[in-house]
């Protein structure tokens, strides 16, 4: 079974930085891994979609990576601002067509 | 304008009750998930299903039941078997083993 893991489990940072989210997970067969974020007692919002084939996805100040043999995804976001204090989660899509969610990392962005 | 629907967003059950969530989407896609998020925990599957008339157990399926009538509509009963519903439940859709789209969700209260 597909596990995932999300590191840091918690950031907090004054405005401006860059910001690097680790996933990893542990079967790499793969269709594709879709980034995420989360709103306080709202759904989720997609975010980046990188297909197996992808190594990269870029949209706007967000750049997602993805090493399918090592098991790895990284969100990268440039100049961080107060909006982007949410949530963050990373799933793979597996073989067996269904998405496993890792528990995502917590941003605080400070003004 | 496309999307997914649940209802109620809020839902207060007494203990030995059950409860259906709605969850319709006009997206036209094939597969619908019923995911279950606790505090500070990733999301878990609890059902998916991806052709109408057909659904899978995901991996908290226990004390939960769930239909495909309609490729629109997936609804998800919590019913008095499952001892801790208390939980956020987000309803998600896709076109095949493709970009997952999520609802607001439905936070259920057991009182």
């Known amino acids: 079974k597909q596990e995932v893991t999300q590191i840091p489990a918690a950031l907090s940072v004054p405005e401006g930085e860059n910001l690097v989210l680790n996933c990893s997970f542990t079967?790499?067969?793969?269709?594709?891994l879709q980034w995420f974020r989360q709103d306080p007692g709202k759904g989720l919002t997609s975010l980046l979609l990188?297909?197996?084939?992808?190594r990269e996805q870029t949209s706007g100040r967000l750049n997602a990576s993805l090493d399918k043999s090592s098991g790895r995804s990284t969100l990268y976001i440039a100049a961080s601002q107060p909006g982007d204090s949410a949530t963050y989660l990373c799933a793979p899509w597996g073989n067996n067509n269904d998405m496993r969610f890792g528990a995502g990392t917590r941003l605080t962005v400070k003004p | 304008d496309g999307g997914i629907t649940q209802s109620p967003k809020y839902l207060f059950r007494k203990e030995g009750q059950n409860v259906t969530l709605s969850c319709e989407q006009n997206l036209n896609h094939d597969a619908m998930y019923w995911y279950r998020q606790d505090p500070g925990q990733g999301l878990r599957l609890i059902y998916y299903?991806?052709?109408?008339?057909?659904?899978q157990k995901g991996d908290i399926a226990e004390g939960y039941s769930v239909s495909r009538e309609k490729k629109e509509s997936f609804p998800l009963t919590v019913t008095s078997a499952q001892k801790n519903p208390t939980a956020f439940y987000l309803c998600?859709?896709?076109?095949?083993?493709?970009?997952?789209?999520f609802g607001e969700g439905s936070r259920l209260t057991v009182l």
């Open positions: 079967d790499s067969a793969i269709y594709n």
């Open positions: 998600a859709s896709s076109f095949r083993a493709w970009e997952l789209f």
């Open positions: 990188i297909q197996s084939s992808q």
């Open positions: 299903s991806q052709i109408v008339n057909d659904f």
